[in-house]
């Protein structure tokens, strides 16, 4: 029986989908799923889900719950992570938008974002190296590049970053490519996130080779039935109304993507919006001309939009738990459970994964956090070579890395002047501020996350 330990596991919206991806595979049914969280009323609401999942389809899957975090990890053969360390997030992100930063996980946010998580995951990794020094580290929690650099560097565990924008973007390319392919229905009490299209045929005749960084990862191999669906592609690209209209992507017109596509020669992971902000060529001081052709929504309206959501499926949520909706089981495009599954059962999986760069894309800083394809087994995850990446796509993934690098420094050793120079380096603070601009912004960051960030010299 394998203990997966899920912390933060208060956000719901996420664990939901980890927990009924576990209880997809036979296999993982009579594991111990052990729910943590330092907010008592969210992780009571999840361990109340979990709970009913379990009794309604009759599995014998052991639910425990914990705000204690050792007592979480004793004996852990998985530990998912999936924390947001709370801080002025909106302090951040108003401060941000004074200085003409539009960006949002990227920037001051992204930067703050690291500041307030790093020195937690590495907790819990000190952690696991006395209480569970065998387990896997699952690491889902943004920004994942530093995160897992800081990790690899600093501590002994064994880890893996993951998100879904490799999935999720060949979900995509399928539409884009114009492969029919059956809409399926999200069923009553599920979570969305693209789940089951990968399980169809039409996406099965797929094959992709994704190698990068996280958020910018490139296709460099994309084929449709054994050949290469490019030139298919960059045909279909010649038409803007297959990218421009508000359903192209779910996150609205993907035109950011196309230009990038047009002027790089491959498709990256990530969605517009994220693409812009990790780029020097979109948001540009007083030039508001730019918001409107690459349909790009103002982030302080972007996020009000995501709180109130947030905020009406809280309420759903809770409204569910107190009805006698029987809560379906289904998979999501999440990779968490399938390498649970792998490593239990020995069954071969290829997943993405962002790892330390050990000669894998040999063009990109060693010891930086690559993301790659990675074979899993009953030994574990094992990253795959991937050479040289085209020298344009290496070129515009190191924008990224150096101020990555300087930023996990700076972080780790609680240096305030390397966390300013990590954002001079910045491709989207670069681009629209001064030295001067940026040392004053940065100073009023500080401020505004004193109480979090006061060790820092």
């Given at each position: ?5 899920i ?9 939901r989908?980890?927990i ?8 993982l049914?009579?594991s111990?799923i ?5 907010d008592q009323e ?7 889900f979990?709970?009913k999942?379990v009794?309604?389809?009759?599995f014998?899957?052991?639910i ?9 990890l ?10 947001a ?7 951040v ?24 998580q ?13 209480l569970?020094?065998?387990?896997w580290?699952l ?11 800081a990790?690899?560097d600093y501590t002994k565990?064994k880890n893996?970053g ?10 995509e ?9 059956k ?5 009553k ?5 693209h ?6 045929e039409?996406?099965?005749e797929?094959?992709?080779?994704v190698?990068?960084?996280n ?9 449709w039935?054994?050949?290469d ?15 421009s ?9 993907d ?6 596509f047009?002027?790089?020669g491959?498709?990256?992971t990530?969605n ?11 948001y ?18 972007k996020?009000?939009g995501?709180?109130?959501s947030?905020g009406?499926?809280?309420?759903e949520?809770?409204?569910?738990l ?6 379906p089981?289904?998979?999501?495009v ?13 069954k ?24 790659v394809?990675?074979l899993?087994?009953k030994?574990g ?6 050479g040289?990446?085209p020298s344009?796509l ?6 990224s890395?150096?101020?990555?690098e300087?930023?996990?420094q700076?972080?780790?050793?609680k240096?305030?002047t390397k966390i300013?120079?990590?954002s001079?380096?910045d491709?989207l603070?670069g681009?629209?501020?001064?030295i001067d601009?940026?040392?004053m ?5 500080f401020?505004?996350?004193?109480r979090?960030?006061?060790?820092f010299?």
């Open positions: 029986m394998a203990k997966i330990v912390i933060g596991a208060g956000s719901h919206q996420f664990a989908r980890i009924s991806d576990i209880l997809w595979f036979p296999q049914r009579d111990l052990t729910l943590m969280d330092i969210r992780l009571n609401l999840i361990t109340v979990a709970h999942l009794e309604q389809h009759g014998k899957t052991k425990e719950s914990t705000k204690n975090r050792r007592e979480a004793e004996g852990a053969d998985y530990v998912i992570v999936t924390i360390v709370e801080g002025e997030t909106r302090a992100q108003d401060i941000a938008l004074k200085y003409g930063i539009e960006g949002g996980w990227t920037g001051p946010d992204l930067a703050f974002a690291g500041l307030r790093i020195p937690v995951i590495l907790d819990i990794c000190h952690d696991m190296e006395k569970c020094p065998d387990a580290l690491e889902y929690s943004n920004p994942v590049p530093m995160i897992c650099w990790i690899n565990v893996v993951l998100c879904h924008s490799v999935q999720s973007t060949s979900n390319l399928v539409r884009y490519l114009g492969i029919p392919f809409e399926l229905e999200v069923p009490g599920a979570v969305f996130n789940f089951g299209y990968r399980e169809q039409e996406f099965k797929i094959s992709h080779w190698a990068g960084i958020h910018m990862a490139w296709f460099l191999e994309f084929k039935r054994g050949k669906a490019y030139p298919l592609l960059r045909e279909r690209f010649k038409d803007p109304d297959v990218y209209g508000p359903d192209a992507h779910w996150d609205g017109p035109i950011v993507r196309a230009e990038i047009r002027s790089f491959y498709f990256c990530e517009s919006q994220m693409i812009a902000t990790l780029t020097p060529y979109f540009k001081k007083n030039r508001p001309e730019l918001f409107e052709k690459f349909k790009l929504e103002p982030m302080k309206k996020l009000s995501f709180e109130e947030r009406k499926q809280d309420e949520f809770k409204q569910q107190n009805s006698d909706m029987k809560f089981i289904v998979r999501s999440e990779y968490g459970a399938s390498i649970i599954h792998s490593i239990e059962t020995d071969p999986l290829r997943i993405n994964g962002n790892v330390k760069n050990k000669g894998l894309i040999t063009n990109l800083l060693e010891g930086c956090c690559v993301e394809p990675c899993v087994d030994h995850i094992s990253p795959c070579y991937v040289d990446l344009q290496a070129a515009l993934n190191c924008l890395i150096n101020a990555q300087l930023m996990v700076g972080i780790v050793e240096d305030k300013f120079q990590a001079l380096l491709p603070i681009t629209i501020l001064t601009e940026t040392r912004m940065i100073d009023e960051l401020q505004a996350e004193e979090y960030l006061k060790v010299k």
